[in-house]
């Protein structure tokens, strides 16, 4: 065989080898893309399902901080609430004073944390609770968190979420569950009430009231949203500290010219029924 001959069956095995391993790279690339494209199929997916789980937070997120009043409340935005008889059943209930006024109106804007509100508390609660119960004076309560503000922590906030908790069990729970967090009130500084489980503890000494809804109501803040608001309208009222009382509108604690006792309110109270 010539050399050119030789040469020239070299020079096609090479062409041949050569296509080959082309062809051969062809494939691998074909492999290569096709894996890649399930990966990225696959991560697409993935991040389909986390963007969907991402608004799914969101929208869970949004719900929870919805304001729920509690049951029973009243006034302006449902932020009161109301404790003792309302003035048709004090009617109702005196029918031998037909053509009297109904019950006087007590407006107290209380933090459970506020040693001065635990003063008030202390000082007229036996009266108080007299003349709610003679049907002369209901109560309307607005619940603050000016001491959380002050000196931070979270149990002005815990507390009167607790209570409001109380009262969706029912008036007469939230007037005895209200007593019972102002006779164990600790110092303002230690925030023993930013403990939930202390609340739930103080809740057992009102017969009936800690049950699952009422334990899961103060575990989960049920009406946190609606205790913030209460608050911020109480900033924006021009009364400047708690405990603020009106009696009918009309400031009548904290005034050291003028000191309220208990006869002093209840002459009070009387003459305003006169009126």
Same mark, same amino acid.
């Given at each position: 065989?010539?050399?050119?001959?030789?040469?020239?069956?070299?020079?096609?095995?090479?062409?041949?080898?050569?296509?080959?391993?082309?062809?051969?790279?062809?494939?691998?690339?074909?492999?290569?893309?096709?894996?890649?494209?399930?990966?990225?199929?696959?991560?697409?997916?993935?991040?389909?399902?986390?963007?969907?789980?991402?608004?799914?937070?969101?929208?869970?997120?949004?719900?929870?901080?919805?304001?729920?009043?509690?049951?029973?409340?009243? #006034?302006? #935005?449902?932020?009161?609430?109301?404790?003792?008889? /309302?003035?048709?059943?004090?009617?109702?209930?005196? &029918?031998?004073? &037909?053509?009297?006024?109904?019950?006087?109106?007590?407006?107290?804007?209380?933090?459970?944390?506020?040693?001065?509100?635990?003063?008030?508390?202390?000082?007229?609660?036996?009266?108080?609770?007299? $003349?709610?119960?003679?049907?002369?004076?209901?109560v309307e309560y607005h619940l603050v968190t000016i001491i959380d503000g002050n000196l931070g922590g979270t149990g002005s906030l815990r507390a009167a979420n607790a209570?409001?908790? &109380?009262?969706?069990?029912?008036? &007469?729970?939230?007037?005895?569950?209200?007593?019972?967090?102002?006779?164990?009130?600790?110092?303002?500084?230690?925030?023993?009430?930013?403990?939930?489980?202390?609340?739930?503890?103080?809740?057992?000494?009102?017969?009936?009231?800690?049950?699952?809804?009422?334990?899961?109501?103060?575990?989960?803040?049920?009406?946190?949203?609606?205790?913030?608001?209460?608050?911020?309208?109480?900033?924006?009222?021009?009364?400047?500290?708690?405990?603020?009382?009106?009696?009918?509108?009309? /400031?009548?604690?904290?005034?050291?010219?003028?000191? $309220?006792?208990?006869?002093?309110?209840?002459?009070?109270?009387?003459?305003?029924?006169?009126?």
């Amino acid at each position: 065989m010539s050399q050119r001959n030789r040469e020239g069956k070299r020079g096609a095995r090479e062409r041949l080898r050569e296509q080959r391993e082309r062809e051969r790279a062809r494939a691998k690339r074909k492999r290569t893309l096709g894996v890649l494209g399930a990966v990225v199929a696959v991560l697409g997916a993935a991040v389909g399902v986390g963007m969907v789980a991402s608004r799914t937070d969101d929208d869970s997120g949004k719900s929870s901080g919805a304001l729920v009043p509690p049951r029973g409340a009243v #006034g302006k #935005g449902r932020l009161v609430i109301p404790s003792g008889r /309302s003035e048709k059943s004090a009617q109702e209930g005196k &029918a031998g004073r &037909a053509g009297k006024a109904g019950p006087v109106t007590l407006t107290v804007y209380e933090d459970f944390r506020c040693p001065g509100c635990k003063q008030f508390e202390d000082v007229f609660r036996k009266t108080v609770h007299e $003349l709610q119960d003679t049907g002369r004076m209901r109560v309307e309560y607005h619940l603050v968190t000016i001491i959380d503000g002050n000196l931070g922590g979270t149990g002005s906030l815990r507390a009167a979420n607790a209570a409001a908790c &109380a009262q969706d069990k029912g008036p &007469a729970k939230f007037r005895a569950y209200h007593d019972v967090l102002y006779r164990h009130q600790s110092q303002e500084t230690r925030d023993t009430y930013a403990d939930n489980g202390r609340l739930i503890k103080l809740a057992d000494q009102v017969p009936g009231l800690v049950t699952p809804a009422f334990r899961k109501c103060v575990e989960d803040g049920r009406h946190d949203a609606w205790v913030r608001k209460s608050n911020d309208v109480f900033a924006h009222s021009g009364y400047g500290s708690t405990p603020t009382v009106l009696l009918g509108g009309k /400031s009548i604690y904290g005034d050291p010219k003028k000191p $309220l006792s208990p006869n002093k309110l209840k002459r009070m109270v009387l003459a305003a029924a006169r009126d």
